[in-house]
């Protein structure tokens, strides 16, 4: 028996597997302020209570949280000090001095997470090839620890100037930090992430000082009071590749958990691909604040490693700190429910990207928020239904929505309120297909090629619309609509991905080197699978390198020929550089040489296997059909639409779009011509060219 | 007057404005990941406009250097007018240039223009701007005598006609720069970029039902000209005058600019009669490139949340007496124009400052510094672009950011792959203490770079600094920030602009300006004065 926990801004969401009776039980309760861990035992009760599981007889647990990404947007880390090499104190200040919006003369860029009188230079360099240009002053190390503690700092990062090149250095420092002030923590970047360019690497190495602490405290807690309650399984932690990492994994970089939620959902996205026989899939994730998307092709999620984290404006690339770490190639597509429509200063209807979040919250709350916003027009659209937000757990007002999409919308614009509804609608849905299809054209794909499955709070609403512009013949609301991301988690396997910097041109490889440095980074892999109980042999082994055309700036991922490498692999290695090249930007170029960048190594176990039947506590003999009510759709204005209840839906059960189709945490929106479909497990297919 | 209500819902409008959009962004993003250049790849020196047929830009890419943006709808008309009439673009067709005159004001940045036809008929053209890795001639920067010496200028020219490549032209270019596969391999991205644009908007028109752009392109340039207007008959109508003095060669010949703002009703004039004449540097730009960089900080000022199109600049008007510094004509030298470019916004914040005090900045400590390193390393010819910014100026209501670009916006190369493309080793990258301006509201800090030739042989340098003898001016009270200077250890004299060698073992200490203060210092909140020694900007 398993139990996924995702713990979100507003909800803490569970889903637990049973493998004796293959049904999936969910739960969701607020996430509680300041201890999440209390919403965790609220829920892990409701299961006991609900579903009679008691915590003892799960196995296993995997975890995913936000608190790291909170962590770093509310700037609620540790105090935390940074180290480099001396003279270089205010790279981390300086980024790359460009702004992120060129017309905004009153822009802010973000604030680095050490400020200036907590970074110290240490005499020492390196240069690019790793020699020893200055050795160390090792006497100045004790100084140094000696400020550290005067300070009271809890956490340091330590980044010097080509440390990927020599890690010697920054292993030192790591060492004499341990011995001599032992309660604090320490980060080494050549650990964190082992690359080329300071910038970037000072900001990862900074932001994981920053959260471990917190992190730290956090998983210990949850640790314990897990045992304490009669707990005795296996914990893993979800992190933003879709892989499980440890608990020890998690506490020593805990930056891999930024997008631990949404990488959840992608993965849940590549079960559901799996189990429907669906290879690409374009996954839709919409919640309150954030909609995002991720590309699954051939079965994979796109995994990347540009990320920002903590952005100071939001959707603008470079108003957030980088973080090269592998993330899931997720992008933020637009706002989520919250986002507030207006009428511009040029007379266009706009939406977002500032969100009413949940306090006011929407108009419709009646918490006194006056903005008219996308969760608004829903409602007043038909899509929602008052009586039925969280399946009735609250009650939302028609007319608070209405007056607010009257008066900032409809009367400015001189349209009836059920116009400016469906512009709402529109745009929003429109913004979102079309950072969709600019993310699936970046990586060389056509979005027609795609099915979509859409889930999250208030993507079920919005899938149907942006499936529709993107041309996608077939939608997919999978079960636990609402929860996908904890379901996720039980689906991700254990995995460590180790990272090595070696710049060469592809010709002049010392290919003994390269097998060297590939096999030990495997055995590190195998090392990390074995303490989580995973044997070598049920491991698979993925071996990739960044490469690039000499002289360019970006690389692209090539996976390795398997086995030890030689010069025999050299045409192979041009041919897939060349072939993913040309995929990507539909061209090569000849006679150019090549270069590799950065080695991956990822050593990964099993994906468990998993059904996807909820339990239902329906009787079999309910109506999935409750009735109709007024739906407003473009191509017909008003209708009277079809509604039905989610969980009294029948396997195979078939009807005709339009459809609105009520579950717990969601409403599924279907548009006219198309068809419904319910399958085996109860997901609701839906073919849009019906 | 409102063509936008009869032709598009404001719905419909702002669906399809924000595609667009995305349309160039994309095309932005290819360009960017295939391009060998530094200066494109890890700076952004470049962009991507989308125009209509008659060469008025629609959209454009969204993190890009403003004077590319504003030039690229120049080019397009003129080779509208004077090379290429409407009627006689074939699809297929590239046309490509790097005439200083008609282009982005100096020969390395090439422009790269391609017809869109849709359903056999022509409906608009897409264009890129970037810095090409090598043009020929000297080593790129500020010491070129006059035009020739800076490399290779191709006319307008068709690089492709009807998709057939110009061999002749890419054998000439191929045997007149350094590094000619990346150069090439910099101009086929460009061409890929167009392409790639070109194909998501065929989807847009065909999704949309869309027969041409032109009620399109009317609608979204109707719409930025008329919140550009409305700006400016907001502010006071009036002549705002402005002087401005920067280093010229740091060696007592300076450059002087003078300006005159004129505000009427929805209209602004900006006059530069009184600025110097040519200066003997190549640091002279061209009318184009000067009205570029004038009507930035004007978009700025009055209308920054728009988005950018051809609109945006009808109500703006750019003139200079022909000859003069903003105005330079055959064959005065141009190569680092981007130094006077970089500073028409002091002049034109100079003067707004006493019209709409509140929607303007202080100066920043630019010109963004350019540095080009040539020589040899591992046996191979390099030849290394790189950037460094100043502090920023204080705002009506804020600091200046320190060390941030402006009004260019050019990312720094990082100092890792600096040391792995050249035999430099970098010895400090800091913030300058006590370098920003004081005021209300302070400047930002300027920056120290020092590197040292770690290799056995020479290094050229060539240097485009500036403010080493002139300073950020403040505004409204505030001080003025800090000089930056160039010396080199062992110490002796070093060009702020021009060539110079750096020997092994030399080590070159390059301290940027800070940025200016805004508003009277006495007014100062006590709090930021006391954070700002915690943190150790003053002491």
């Known amino acids: 028996m398993k139990l996924g926990i995702d713990i979100g801004g507003t909800f803490t969401d569970f889903v637990l597997f049973d493998d004796n009776s293959n049904k999936l039980y969910f739960a969701k309760t607020l996430t509680t302020y300041p201890d999440p861990t209390v919403g965790i035992f609220n829920g892990v009760k409701e299961l006991e209570d609900k579903f009679g599981f008691p915590v003892k007889n799960i196995d296993g647990i995997v975890h995913g949280t936000t608190l790291v990404t909170n962590a770093v947007i ?225 079965g994979q999620p796109e995994i990347t490693n540009h990320f920002e984290a903590g952005r100071v404006k939001r959707f603008k690339k470079g108003s957030g700190l980088p973080v090269r770490i592998p993330v899931i190639d997720l992008i933020e597509i637009g706002a989520g429910g919250g986002s507030i429509a207006r009428v511009n200063n040029i007379g266009l209807l706009t939406v977002g990207p500032d969100s009413a979040s949940s306090d006011p919250g929407p108009a419709c709350y009646n918490l006194g928020g006056e903005n008219p916003t996308v969760t608004d027009a829903d409602l007043v659209l038909g899509y929602l239904n008052a009586d039925y937000f969280l399946g009735g757990e609250m009650n939302l007002s028609i007319e608070a929505a209405r007056q607010a999409i009257e008066t900032k919308l409809a009367k400015p614009l001189g349209i009836s309120i059920e116009e400016a509804a469906l512009g709402v609608h529109k745009i929003v849905n429109e913004n979102m297909a079309n950072a969709a299809r600019v993310h699936v054209l970046e990586k060389g794909m056509d979005p027609r090629h795609f099915n979509m499955i859409g889930f999250g709070g208030a993507g079920p609403v919005h899938s149907f619309g942006v499936a529709k512009l993107l041309n996608v013949n077939k939608l997919i609301i999978p079960v636990g609509a609402g929860v996908t991301s904890a379901l996720g988690f039980l689906v991700s396997p254990v995995a460590s991905e180790k990272i090595h910097s070696h710049i060469s041109e592809l010709n002049s490889l010392d290919w003994n080197e390269v097998n060297t440095f590939l096999a030990d980074m495997e055995t590190d892999g195998y090392g990390f699978l074995a303490n989580s109980g995973i044997d070598e042999k049920d491991a698979t082994v993925k071996r990739v390198v960044e490469m690039r055309y000499y002289g360019q700036g970006h690389e692209i991922t090539i996976e390795l020929p398997e086995g030890l490498l030689s010069e025999n692999d050299l045409e192979e290695i041009k041919r897939r550089f060349i072939k993913e090249y040309e995929f990507r930007y539909n061209r090569s170029i000849e006679g150019m040489h090549m270069e590799m960048v950065t080695w991956r190594v990822v050593v990964q176990g099993p994906i468990p296997e998993m059904k996807v039947e909820q339990f239902s506590t329906s009787k079999g003999n309910e109506e999935g059909y409750k009735g109709t009510r007024k739906v407003f759709f473009e191509e017909t204005g008003y209708l009277d639409c079809p509604v039905y209840d989610r969980y009294a839906l029948q396997p195979n059960e078939k009807f005709d779009g339009p459809a609105i189709i009520e579950e717990t945490e969601s409403t599924t929106v279907v548009g006219i011509n198309s068809a419904v479909q319910v399958d085996a497990d109860k997901n609701i297919l839906i073919d849009l060219h019906h | 007057m409102l063509h936008t209500a009869t032709t598009f819902d404001p719905i419909a409008l702002s669906i399809l404005w924000s595609r667009l959009i995305s349309i160039v962004d994309e095309a932005g993003t290819t360009l960017q990941r295939t391009s060998f250049s530094t200066v494109t790849r890890e700076s952004n020196d470049f962009a991507v406009v989308l125009m209509d047929r008659k060469g008025r830009s629609i959209a454009q890419s969204s993190v890009s250097v403003p004077s590319f943006l504003g030039v690229l709808p120049i080019l397009t008309k003129a080779l509208l007018k004077d090379y290429f009439p409407e009627d006689t673009w074939k699809e297929g067709d590239v046309v490509m240039t790097n005439d200083p005159w008609l282009c982005a004001g100096h020969k390395p940045d090439i422009g790269i223009v391609s017809p869109i036809f849709y359903k056999e008929s022509l409906i608009g053209f897409i264009g890129t701007i970037a810095h090409s890795p090598d043009m020929g001639g000297q080593l790129w920067g500020a010491g070129t005598r006059d035009l020739y010496e800076e ?389």
């Not at chain 1, 997470?113 to 002053?137: F, Y």
């Not at chain 1, 011995?179 to 923590?185: A, L, R, S, T």
Request: with cysteine; glycine share 10%; hydrophobic share 35%.
């Open chain 1, 74 to 298: 509310e700037r609620k880390g540790a105090k935390t000090a940074f180290i480099t090499t001396k003279g270089f104190e205010d790279v981390l200040e300086i980024g790359r001095e460009m702004r992120y919006d060129i017309y905004d003369i009153f822009l802010t860029m973000p604030k680095p997470l050490v400020p200036r009188n907590l970074r110290m230079g240490i005499s020492e360099r390196v240069d690019i090839q790793g020699n020893i240009v200055t050795p160390m002053d090792e006497g100045a190390l004790k100084d140094l620890a000696e400020t550290l503690k005067q300070n009271g700092i809890e956490a340091v990062g330590v980044c010097l100037l080509n440390s990927f090149a020599n890690t010697g250095h920054e292993q030192a420092i790591g060492k004499y930090l341990a011995k001599h002030v032992p309660n604090m923590y320490y980060s080494l970047s050549s650990e964190i992430m082992p690359e080329i360019r300071e910038y970037e690497r000072s900001s990862a190495t900074a932001m994981n000082a920053y959260v471990q602490p917190i992190t730290d405290k956090y998983l210990k807690d949850f640790e314990t009071q897990l045992m304490a309650s009669g707990f005795e399984g296996n914990i893993n932690i979800m992190i933003s590749s879709g892989r499980l990492t440890t608990i020890d994994g998690a506490r020593k970089s805990p930056i891999h958990l930024l997008e631990s939620g949404p990488a959840g959902g992608a993965m849940a996205g590549v079960f559901f691909g799996k189990h429907l026989e669906e290879d690409n899939l374009l996954c839709f994730d919409m919640g309150g604040t954030t909609a995002k998307a991720c590309v699954i092709y051939e």
């Open chain 2, 151 to 539: 490399g290779l200028m191709v006319p307008p020219t068709k690089l492709i006609a009807e998709g057939k490549p110009n061999e002749t032209l890419f054998n000439i270019l191929e045997h007149n720069v350094r590094a000619a596969d990346q150069t090439i391999g910099d101009i086929r991205a460009q061409v890929a970029a167009n392409d790639q644009g070109i194909k998501s908007l065929m989807k847009l028109m065909e999704e949309n039902d869309l027969i041409d752009l032109q009620d399109l392109a009317d609608a979204v340039i109707n719409a930025s000209e008329k919140a550009m207007r409305e700006a400016l008959s907001a502010a006071p109508d009036g002549s705002y005058n402005y002087a401005y003095d920067t280093d010229g060669d740091g060696l007592g010949e300076g450059c002087h600019f003078e300006i005159t703002i004129t505000i009427k009703g929805d209209e602004i004039v900006a006059d530069y009669t009184g600025t110097s004449g040519a200066h003997y540097m190549s640091i002279n730009a061209v009318l184009n490139y000067a009205f570029a960089y004038t009507a930035y900080p004007i978009k700025c000022a009055f209308s920054p949340d728009v988005p950018n199109n051809d609109g945006s600049f009808y109500p703006i008007t750019v003139t200079a007496p022909e000859g003069c510094l903003v105005n330079a004509q055959k064959p005065s030298p141009l190569g680092a124009r981007n130094v006077t470019g970089n500073m028409l916004h002091s002049v034109v914040f100079g003067a707004l400052a006493k019209a709409v005090p509140n929607q303007v900045q202080s100066d920043c400590g630019s010109a963004c510094w350019c540095i080009v390193l040539n020589g040899e390393h591992k046996g191979k010819e390099f030849v290394e672009y790189f950037f460094l910014n100043g502090g920023y100026g204080a705002r009506p209501n804020m600091d200046g950011e320190h060390v941030l670009s402006f009004p260019t916006n050019v990312a720094n190369v990082p100092i890792e792959v600096l040391e792995t493309d050249v035999a430099v080793l970098v010895t400090e990258k800091s913030l300058v203490p006590n370098s920003a301006g004081d005021g209300e509201y302070r400047g930002g800090l300027g920056q120290r770079f020092s590197f040292k030739n770690i290799g056995d042989k020479p290094i050229n340098v060539s240097m485009v600094a500036e403010k080493t003898v002139t300073s950020a001016k403040g505004i409204l009270e505030g001080k003025d920030g800090q000089m930056g200077s160039v010396k080199i250890i062992p110490e002796r004299e070093f060009p702020s602009k021009g060539l110079g060698k750096l020997h092994p073992g030399e080590e070159l200490i390059l301290t940027l300006p800070g940025g200016a203060g805004y508003g009277n210092p006495s007014n100062r909140d006590q709090g930021a004065i006391e954070q700002d020694k915690i943190l150790g900007y003053i002491s």
